[in-house]
């Protein structure tokens, strides 16, 4: 499946979950990672690209018109993931966007 596809997922879209700023998009990207912590490695070494890294490629990248995708197992041991999907999104012109930004 292809990030742009989350696009046809109507059932899922909430207006406060859409955004025309990509520094609100972050932010919401920063919360959620906040509250699904990456795990710590048993040597103390990183184990994933710091906070503040992915998030400046994050408000980069998505004026640029490409989805951003966060995935890392957490400290439980469970994978997380979580994105942001551009719309209309470049890929999928044919797509249209579920919702209206808030």
Known sequence: ????????RRDQAEAHLTWTDAVDAVDWLKKTHGAHQPFDRADGSQAYTDLGTKAAYAEDDLPRGNDVVWVHYTKSTNLVSFAVVCCPHRFHSGIPCPLSPA
């Open 1 to 8: 499946m292809q990030t742009g596809h989350w696009l046809m």
